[in-house]
Structure formats: structure tokens, C-alpha cells
Nanobody, 119 residues
Framework: QVQLVESGGGLVQPGGSLRLSCVAT????????MAWYRQAPGKQRELVAS????????DYSSSVAGRASISRDNAKNMMHLQMHNLKPEDTGVYYC????????????WGQGTQVTVSS
């Protein structure tokens, strides 16, 4: 069983920056493909960025490409999302997601952290 806990959300002014963190309990964190999703009010949950288990290969949605950086620290069971030049449309609940990269491909979600971009 894996638990994912996000932190780092809050109120940020447009053009500002923030760093979200996700800490995972349990073992074998390095065997999980990880990602950040977000859900804006009234909209579907969308993938923001992902980082693979093997090689830490990253991918970004077009909405955040060039403004976001996803990283992981397997020694600390942590994943981060650094975002710059935040826009009001970045507002939403950000969720940490992890999927075991092998075998049963079981996946887990965090409880989410609210990010509000507003002046």
C-alpha cells in the first residue's frame, strides 16, 4: 500500500512561482511512474507533467511546457513540481499520482493541494 501526500499549494499572484511536493510512503518508490494532475473548478482532471521510473524521462502538457519542471528524489521518496510565470488558468487542485511501472500497474492518488493564482 502506498500513500501520497502533497504539499506546497496556496495563493500566488500572477507571474509568481511555486513548488509543489509529493511524498510517498511505502517501498519501491523508484519503480513508480509519477505524475501531477490538476482539476480546475467545473473541468475534468488533466495531466500536467509526468516523470518515468526508468531514466526519469519527463513530459509536460502544452499548457505548462516551458513554465514547469517535474523532478523526483528516489532516495527521499519525493516528487516535485516547480512552476514559474503562473497564470490564473493554473488555478486548481493539484494531485500527485503514482503507477507501479511493472506487473499489476496498480495506481494511487494523493488527496490534492489547492493552488490559486489571483491578484
Amino acid at each position: 500500500q502506498v500513500q501520497l501526500v502533497e504539499s506546497g499549494g496556496g495563493l500566488v499572484q500572477p507571474g509568481g512561482s511555486l513548488r509543489l511536493s509529493c511524498v510517498a510512503t511505502g517501498s519501491d518508490f523508484d519503480l513508480y511512474n509519477m505524475a501531477w494532475y490538476r482539476q480546475a473548478p467545473g473541468k475534468q482532471r488533466e495531466l500536467v507533467a509526468s516523470i518515468q521510473s526508468v531514466g526519469s524521462i519527463t513530459d509536460y502538457s502544452s499548457s505548462v511546457a516551458g513554465r514547469a519542471s517535474i523532478s523526483r528524489d528516489n532516495a527521499k521518496n519525493m516528487m516535485h513540481l516547480q512552476m514559474h510565470n503562473l497564470k490564473p488558468e493554473d488555478t486548481g487542485v493539484y494531485y500527485c499520482y503514482g503507477q507501479f511501472a511493472y506487473g499489476n500497474r496498480r495506481d494511487y492518488w494523493g488527496q490534492g493541494t489547492q493552488v490559486t493564482v489571483s491578484s
